[in-house]
């Protein structure tokens, strides 16, 4: 087993790291993929801002091995009916 440090970056600011023992690299890759993938939807999804979440994976020497990176970009669509509904409001409220 091989001893990896994951540091998580959300928005250019590190948020905190930790070590995890791991048996190989595509569990190492599956492990930074997770992460990124519970903060997206415990942490990101109750945001509107667009945030970009960042797993940095370095061996026990220091060394990167592996990166991978969640951005989303938010837009926030107003439908057809409720910009005519405020349309509506608007006009009945200057008569």
Known sequence: MSNYRFEVIRNGQCLGDAWVDLGSLSEMRRE??????DIAVDEMASSDLDETVAVSVHDEVGRPVYSATLSVSQTRQRSTTSVASQRRVAYFSWD
């Open 32 to 37: 930074a993929l997770k992460a990124l993938h």
